[in-house]
């Protein structure tokens, strides 16, 4: 027996599973990083004077450009599954990953050189925001790229026998995916250039 609503729309949301699921996930992360914003301003606003850190306001641009152009992918992997093309889903979803990896290692070299000059969480309130809020955001892009991997390897044998239910885990990463991405277009102004 099929679990229902798994492909098609469930009558009462006009959501099938999958996507239902991923939106009510979201509304938690939502819930999460609002916190993590809020108590970023009531600490900002309520200090009297506030330790700016020295943020490669570069390297932040660099890395949001590469964030958009993964969202960009992964829309496009999904679009070819809509079009019966996996070869080119596969390419976009590789280039998705990828982006995702490029901008990791610019967040390594990032920390590494505050690590160097002696800049950690507890050398200012700054600094212990700027850890928390990108440290979580680059978990959550681990994350994407660890699903992004299982659907490109073990899970990608679902096109061949499921490939509605494939298009709809699909779907759901890349709602995941350009959550992550938005939350990065937050925090780049927020933390670099506010």
């Not at 390897?153 to 350009?178: C, V």
Request: glycine share 10%; proline share 4%; net charge neutral.
């Amino acid at each position: 027996m099929e679990i229902p609503y798994i492909v098609d729309a469930r009558p009462d949301t006009g959501l099938h599973n999958c996507k239902l699921g991923i939106w009510l996930f979201l509304a938690s992360e939502v819930m999460l990083f609002g916190a993590l914003f809020s108590t970023y301003i009531i600490l900002r606003t309520g200090a009297v004077e506030w330790p700016f850190g020295e943020l490669n306001v570069w390297l932040g641009m660099a890395n949001t450009f590469i964030l958009i152009g993964s969202s960009v992918t992964m829309v496009m992997a999904w679009a070819s599954l809509k079009l019966n093309d996996f070869g080119k889903h596969r390419l976009y979803l590789i280039g998705t990953f990828v982006l995702a990896g490029i901008f990791l290692v610019n967040k390594y070299f990032e920390y590494a050189d505050h690590v160097t000059r002696g800049e950690l969480p507890s050398h200012s309130t700054f600094l212990a925001v700027y850890y928390t809020m990108t440290g979580l955001h680059g978990l959550h892009i681990v994350g994407g790229m660890v699903v992004m991997a299982y659907l490109l390897g073990p899970g990608a044998k679902m096109w061949k026998t499921r490939p509605d239910q494939f298009s709809n885990r699909i779907e759901a990463t890349g709602l995941y995916w350009h959550f992550v991405d938005l939350v990065w277009i937050f925090l780049f102004p927020v933390l670099y250039l506010l």
